[in-house]
Structures are given as C-alpha cells and as structure tokens.
C-alpha cells in the first residue's frame, strides 16, 4: 500500500480578503487574463461577438455558463503530447445559458421562436479550442485551429454500456436505442488516463416537458422512474419545444406519449433517458463521435474524478447533485495498463475501462468506516414503496434498468443520502478522495447522519436549521485500491459564514477566521502530479458556488495543503437539542487554508485545471452579472477586468480566465 507521507509544501501567496468587486481578485504577485469569453468566435470566417442579441452562428462559438475544463496538450504536428504546456486542446463544458443576455430584446413567449430556440441549445454543450504560449506566458486562442469543435444538444452522440439498446432508450430518432442527439447541463468533468475528455449530465431532467395528457398514458413504473428523477415541469426550461417547427432535435425537449396506440419509435417519451449520463470525447479528433457511458449509471451527474494507479482497475468517482443524494464509484473489469496512455484509437480504450466494470453506491458508517454497495443485478432488492408517489415495489428487470433508474436502485440497497454531493478529486500522491458537499436546505437536525452531520441557522437567530454553507469529506480506499468494497472516511472542512459564527464549535467546527472562511465548496482539484516537483503533498484548490455568504463576498477559489483521512478525531455536533457524532479532519489555519481568488459580482467559480508545468491555472468564471437585466445588467465582467468603467447596457459574458505568476513560478507555491 501506498506510504503517506508528511508535507514540507507551504502555501506560497498572501491570502485574498472578501471582496464585493466587478473583477477576478488574486493574491499580489499574479496576472489575470480573460481568455475565451461566450460568443468568441470558433473557426475561421466567424464574425467578432457584437454582444448585443444579435449575434448569430452559435455552434461555431463558444457557449454560456462555462463549467469545468481541462488541458490536453498538443504536439507540433497535432498529436497528443500530454507534457505541453505551451500548446494545448482548452476542453470547456457550457452548463447553462443566462436567457437574457442572448437576445436583442426579452425572449419570446407563447410558442418560442426557432431562431431564438436554437441560440439558446447551441450556447449549450461543450467547447474545445486550440490555445497557444506566444511564450512566457502570453496566451491566446487560434479561432481558425482545425482541433476548435462545438458539441452541442445537436451533436450525434453513440450508447455504450448495458443500457445501449435498452427499450427505455428508442425513440423516434433511434428506434434501436443506440444513438442520440447532443448533451445537456454539463457540469463538472473528468481527465482519463488515455487523453480523452468525461462531461457529466447533471440537471437535465428541467429541460423536458410532459403535458398532463402524459400521466394517464405512463406505466406506473415509468411514472416512479420520472418523479425519482424530476422529470415532472409542464414546459421544459426556456419552453424549447413550444416552437413551431417540425425540426424534432428542438421539439423532442416534449416528452409527452403522443397518443394511446403509438410505440416508442412514433414519439420521444423515453428521450429524457438519453440524458444524465457521463459522455466521453475524444478531443483530438474533431470527426469523433462522443459515447454516451452507460455502465456508469444514470443521475444527476456531476462530475467524474478518474483515478489511475498502477496494477490496479480504473475508479471513477462520481457525485449526484441533489439534496439527499449519493455518491457512486465504478470500477473497470480491467487492470490499467500502461501503453493505453499512447493508444490511437481513445474511444476503444474507453469502450474497455469504461463498459465493463461494476458501480457501486457508498454507505457511510458512524465509526468513520464505509461500503461501497453493488448495484449489480440480481445482487440488488427491489426499491420499496414509499409515499403516494411511489405507491409499488420498483423491481428491477436486468442490468440495463439498474443504470437507468440507478437512484432507485441506490435506494434500495441502503446508500448514506449526502448534502448535495459535487466534485471528486483525488490525492494523486496517496490515492484519498475528497468530494465536494455543496449545501443542502433539505438537511434537518433529525435527518443529520455522521458524514452529513450540521444543521443550523445560515443567520444566527433566525430561519430553520439545515446545512446552508457544506461541506468536504474525504475517503481513504481500504490498501490505497480503487477495487476496495471498504473506506475509511472523515469530514475534511466545515464551510461557515465565520462573522456569524466566529467560535461556535457546534457550527465552525473547522475553526475558519474571515481570512480564510468559505460557504457551498463545488468545484475541487488537486494540483497536477506533473507539477508537484519536491511536494510530497499537492495543493487541494476549493471553488465556491454561492448564496448564503454574497452579502458579504463574491464566490472564490481556495488553496489548502489538505493533510489526510484521520488527522483529526471524533466529535459530537449539538444541532440545537439534537446531537449527531461525526469524525472531523484537523482544523483549517493560516498556513494550510487560503484564499487564492475572488471573483467578479453574480459569478460562480467553475472549471479549474493548470498546464502540466503548473505555472498557468485556468479558471471558468459563470454567469457574472446575472442579476440585473438587459438595460441594466448585475455586472459588466470581464469588461471591467482591465479597471475600465463599461457602459451601463454593457452585457456580462462568462468566459475563463489565465492566471500567472508575474516570476514565472507554480501557482500557489
Ligand atoms: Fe452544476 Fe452541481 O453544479
Ligand atoms: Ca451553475
Ligand atoms: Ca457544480
Ligand atoms: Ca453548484
């Protein structure tokens, strides 16, 4: 088993302050550059973004909401090099839109306009641009680069897995169940270790519509399965499927069973189960089509941190974002092996870590122990009946519905229900987990468990208790395997507003000062291992996404020298009368908590990832300036980057920010 070892790393920067600026805040001695903005233009010939609602051609743009990323570095002949960092293949997911900024004037309502609708799908997906070091650090994008692709809700995508072919995936576009039509609400990511690219499907299931007509027309079954996973809005975000036109990838968003005599292959009643998966890209070859990996399960995905350790099987770590959901592991059938880093054919290394293997769900113990729980056929009970909206049995039919319907299926093997679980990432010097628990309003003092173990007030004195600032708990796998079936666990770091809560130990249980004091963690990497030089311990970097804290700072980025599962020790949480015993990590100081980064008003801090050399760190700033409207937006970031006063119309963009050290050196050292 892997040796843990102690760290001599430091965290090498001043801490940054609160701040309620229009601007990306970072320490003294660091360089902001705003890189890809939404609209940027994507291939040759494309127009400048005019940013006024009337720009056009979005599939060769780039999107809104940019969420994770990830550095795949490029030779000089347009192959993988791994090591590059001067030339590089920037992969962006685009989570969502900020409606308002996309047109001239307010959208249209009534039945959507085709044009606008389109817009609007395209500013979804996924972006990949070809970024160059004009050297020393001087970046820029080539709009014209042959790698630069968009992949949207338009893009056709392939099913791979148990589920590809399944019954509950056909529709009228495929009768077989095999293929579909694009990406939705991509969230967090994943990096393999044979140079591909995981986007994750997290909140897709908002985008669909079932009118009323659909209820009487559903199996029982079918309409357990859609409460479970909220398919249940009348219109569908941004009512895509109310346009006029007979263009199905736009009116497929309304998944209503068209009549009492029509079969799967007539309609798209079983489209919403095309999506909320995690979909693998090959982003060194722009003809690829992406596959859709359904072995890993469906949910609300959020990301995949993919762990690689030699002689052992791939692991992949995966959150499900919502309140009182659970967090999942797959394991591949296969041993890594080495010379799949180089291999040619990316998508067919995937194909065989990623389509054979087992998920499992974990359970958190009370003694700081963990199962990950099979969801393996026959292996799993049914999901019993609960409530009137679940008023029968699920019982599971093959493999191919345990992936569909895999919340069911984590219900009914007894999975520990988290406070929203986010990102995973690993150590990758001793193989620990940490994921990300963002918030969770859901979480009462009767409901708390010991990895999920606060319930309080987000003001002192009023409001009801629940868990309004998160938290991270991390895992150490039983022998450092990712094929593990036990862990141990603790709770990293508590998440508090500490000018409310300066010493309550019931509440900052992490100890957390107005220096370095954090609420709802979201995004989390650790530094690469290809920079980590002397380190033996890299840099844990936090990202927030925000509410409960905004009065008093914008959402920001931390760095943490993140020390090791069971550094700290039991303690019991008294909830206001009701007590809960957790196990908790050492607490946060000065020296081994930081505040790296503030961003600019309304944003939310995203994708994270560093060139292999470490010395340039990419940062995705979403929906900055989302509040206000279009003759007055929230903010007016990233034109307000450079110190300059925009005008008052100015439109905010989402975009992602290069950050270097002015000496040249490794961020945060
Ligand atoms: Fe898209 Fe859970 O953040
Ligand atoms: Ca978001
Ligand atoms: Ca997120
Ligand atoms: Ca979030």
Redesign the pocket.
């Known amino acids: 088993t892997t040796t843990i070892r102690v760290s001599p790393a430091v965290l090498g920067f001043s801490a940054v302050a609160h701040s309620l600026a229009d601007v990306v805040v970072v320490p003294e001695g660091y360089s902001v550059t705003v890189m890809t903005r939404l609209g940027d233009p994507l291939a040759a010939g494309v127009a400048a973004y005019k940013n006024d609602g009337t720009d056009t051609d979005y599939d060769k743009r780039i999107g809104d909401h940019h ?1 994770a990323l990830s550095w795949f570095g490029l030779s000089a002949s347009g192959g993988v090099d791994a090591a590059n960092s001067t030339r590089g293949l920037l992969v962006q997911n685009h ?1 969502n839109i900020t409606q308002k900024y996309l047109h001239a004037a307010a959208p249209s309502t009534g039945a959507r306009n085709e044009a606008e609708v389109i817009k609007e799908m395209n500013c979804h997906g996924v972006s990949v641009t070809e970024y160059n070091d004009a050297g020393g650090r001087k970046w820029s994008y080539k709009q014209d680069s042959t790698f630069n692709r968009r992949i949207t809700p338009f893009t056709e995508m392939s099913f791979h897995g148990p589920a590809a072919g399944s019954a509950m995936l056909r529709t009228q576009y495929s009768p077989d169940g095999t293929k579909g039509r694009g990406t939705i609400n991509n ?1 967090a990511n994943g990096m393999t270790g044979w140079n591909t690219y995981l986007t994750c499907e ?1 909140n897709y299931a908002g985008y669909f519509r079932r009118d009323a007509s659909d209820d009487a027309l559903r199996t029982t079954r079918e309409l357990m399965s859609l409460r479970r996973n909220g398919v249940t809005s009348r219109s569908g975000s941004y009512s895509w499927s109310s346009a006029a036109t007979t263009n199905t990838a736009i009116t497929r968003w309304n998944a209503t069973i068209s009549s009492a005599t029509a079969t799967s292959a007539d309609d798209y009643r079983y489209e919403m189960n095309q999506m909320g998966w995690v979909v693998e890209i090959d982003p060194y070859n722009p003809a690829s089509t992406p596959r859709k990996r359904t072995a890993l399960g469906r949910f609300g995905h ?1 990301g995949a941190f993919v762990r690689i350790a030699a002689d052992q099987k791939v692991g992949f770590y995966m959150g499900d ?1 919502s309140g009182g959901e659970y967090l999942y592991k797959f394991v591949s059938n296969a041993t890594w092996a080495a010379a799949d880093a180089n291999a040619a054919d990316r998508l067919a290394i995937g194909d065989k870590y990623m389509d054979n293997g087992t998920l499992y769900v974990a359970r958190f113990d009370a003694d700081g122990t963990g199962q990950w729980l099979p969801l393996v056929f026959g292996q799993v009970p049914p999901r019993p009946a609960s409530g009137t909206n679940y008023p029968e049995p699920y019982v599971f039919a093959d493999q191919a519905d345990i992936c569909v319907n895999t919340r069911f299926a984590a219900d009914a093997v007894g999975a520990t229900p988290m406070d929203r679980p ?1 990102w995973t990432t690993g150590n990758p010097m001793t193989g620990e987990i940490y994921l990300t628990l963002t918030n969770n309003s859901g979480r009462t003092p009767a409901t708390t468990n010991a990895a999920n173990p606060r319930a309080y007030q987000n003001n002192p004195g009023t409001g009801s208790r629940n868990n309004p600032n998160g938290h991270i708990v991390r895992i150490r796998e039983t022998g450092d395997n990712t094929d593990a079936k036990t862990f141990a666990w603790d709770i990293y770091m508590f998440g508090v507003d500490s000018t409310d809560y300066p010493s309550n130990p019931n509440v900052n249980v992490s100890g957390l000062t107005p220096a370095n004091d954090f609420s709802s963690p ?1 995004g989390a990497f650790f530094s690469r291992s290809s920079n980590v030089g002397g380190q033996v311990n890299p840099l844990l970097w936090i990202e927030t ?1 925000d509410g409960a804290m905004t009065d008093r700072t914008n959402c920001m980025l931390l760095a943490a020298l993140p020390g090791h599962v069971g550094d700290g020790g039991a303690v019991t949480i008294d909830n206001g009368g009701v007590t809960q015993n957790s196990i908790v990590g050492a607490k946060a100081t000065a020296a081994n908590l930081r505040r790296f980064l503030v961003g600019p008003v309304d944003c939310e801090i995203t994708g994270i990832d560093t060139t292999p050399d470490g010395r340039t760190m990419f940062v995705g700033i979403q929906h900055p300036g989302d509040s206000g409207t279009i003759a007055a937006p929230g903010g007016h970031w990233p034109y307000t980057q450079d110190g300059s006063t925009p005008a008052e119309t100015t439109r905010p963009r989402s975009a992602l920010v290069a950050i270097t050290k002015n000496d040249g050196g490794v961020i945060g050292l």
């Open positions: 969420d989570e969230c997290e959020e974002d986010e979201d996404d």
